[in-house]
């Protein structure tokens, strides 16, 4: 046996990796909802002797491998959640759950994470203590707070921590680690409007709640285009709209919702009152009234500088440094990972999940898949991280 691991030394687990990859994908479950992926996991780090800790944070578990005498740690973290997402694929390991879809790959990211503690437990060649951290609820539906304010952190003390997410159109093989700032921070918002509702044929007598959220819906889009500063950046979207039950009645009530992603807290908190002045306004024109709540649900993904060299110095004895970025765009999307990186140190990093027809479509689309390619490559980044900052 080598002293060190590499992706090959990964490859007897792969095919385990793959099915328990396709498991997981066939049976996904939304946000708080993960018993049967957590009882998959929990038996599988039990059979591996490790020690586990259900009910973190809901739905949370915490597998623990100790291994010589340093009081040395870190904590690594899969997430396990899926969307509501009807999944457009028809393989044979396509989502049973109706309307329930792994599209962002966390079935992927838990499969690496458990080939990563089956192989630690098998060969614990390192000196200290590893914390599998399997969330819930990454989503946008606060996982990682449950699990911290479930004392997470101080009942599995982690001096540093390290998680991953799957990047398509990033080649398999590839891996993306930046210092500093990676991810945005992401705010979800309602907006209720309320007119006065009237038969369909006789507008004049009500206040249409559903034109005046159309007009907010268009007016939103003045916020990022004249009130964020060009250097800055802001995403506004308005991703649900819903009015109305039938075709010949004006609506009383109608509903806007969407979500703000930015990379700073102070762009963050002028979008949320440009939209309250936005919607209210836009409401009183036509007669209706408006009213906002705007919740910020991330913080902005921030590495720290010397846990991203560590990782990126991992994944460049993995593949070679020219299959490492070190300095790749910032990525708009939000994770909530970022609340686990304010309490430890830590770094955060892309995978490739593929390219063209094979792993390149995006997350969050119903034909997405996890690229099964790709788990050796994580579960090696994890086990040699350990081996190499937790070494005997
Ligand atoms: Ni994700």
């Not at 959640?81 to 044979?92: M, R, S, V």
């Not at 203590?129 to 003390?157: C, N, S, W, Y």
């Not at 680690?177 to 007598?205: L, N, Q, W, Y």
Request: net charge negative; aromatic share 6%; glycine share 10%.
């Amino acid at each position: 046996m080598t002293a060190t691991t590499t992706v090959d030394t990964l490859g007897p687990l792969h095919a385990d990796m793959t099915a328990w990859r396709r498991d997981i994908h066939a049976h996904p479950e939304l946000g708080f909802q993960e018993t049967r992926t957590a009882d998959r996991v929990a038996s599988l780090l039990q059979a591996c002797g490790i020690a586990v800790t259900r009910g973190v944070g809901k739905t949370g578990v915490v597998g623990t491998l100790k291994s010589g005498a340093s009081h040395r740690s870190i904590g690594l973290r899969a997430d396990m959640d899926a969307l509501p997402i009807a999944e457009g694929n028809a393989f044979g390991h396509r989502s049973t759950h109706a309307g329930v879809m792994h599209a962002c790959g966390h079935d992927g990211h838990t499969a690496m994470l458990l080939g990563a503690a089956v192989q630690l437990a098998r060969t614990k060649r390192f000196d200290g203590t590893v914390h599998f951290i399997f969330q819930p609820a990454e989503e946008g539906l606060g996982g990682a707070k449950a699990m911290i304010d479930d004392g997470l952190f101080t009942r599995f003390a982690c001096q540093r921590i390290f998680g991953m997410h799957n990047r398509p159109r990033l080649a398999v093989g590839r891996f993306n680690v930046k210092s500093g700032p990676m991810m945005a921070g992401g705010a979800f918002f309602d907006i209720r409007v309320t007119g006065r509702g009237a038969h369909g044929a006789r507008p004049e007598t009500g206040v249409d709640a559903a034109l005046a959220a159309a007009q907010i819906a268009v007016s939103l889009q003045s916020i990022v285009a004249r009130n964020v500063a060009p250097l800055d950046s802001a995403v506004l979207s308005v991703t649900r709209i819903r009015a109305g039950d039938a075709y010949n009645v004006i609506p009383q009530t109608a509903e806007l919702g969407g979500t703000v992603r930015a990379f700073s807290r102070e762009v963050m908190d002028a979008v949320g009152r440009h939209m309250k002045r936005v919607a209210e306004g836009t409401a009183a024109a036509f007669g209706a009234s408006a009213e906002v709540d705007f919740r910020v649900l991330f913080a902005p993904t921030v590495n720290d500088p010397a846990q991203a060299d560590v990782a990126a110095r991992i994944c460049t004895e993995l593949v070679g440094a020219d299959q490492v970025d070190r300095n790749p765009p910032l990525v708009m999307a939000s994770e909530d990972f970022s609340f686990m990186l304010e309490q430890v140190p830590g770094c955060y990093i892309n995978i490739g999940n593929g390219e063209g027809s094979e792993g390149g479509c995006e997350v969050h689309n119903p034909a997405y898949d996890f690229n099964d390619q790709a788990l050796p490559l994580g579960a090696a980044f994890f086990v040699r991280l350990i081996e190499s900052e937790l070494a005997a």
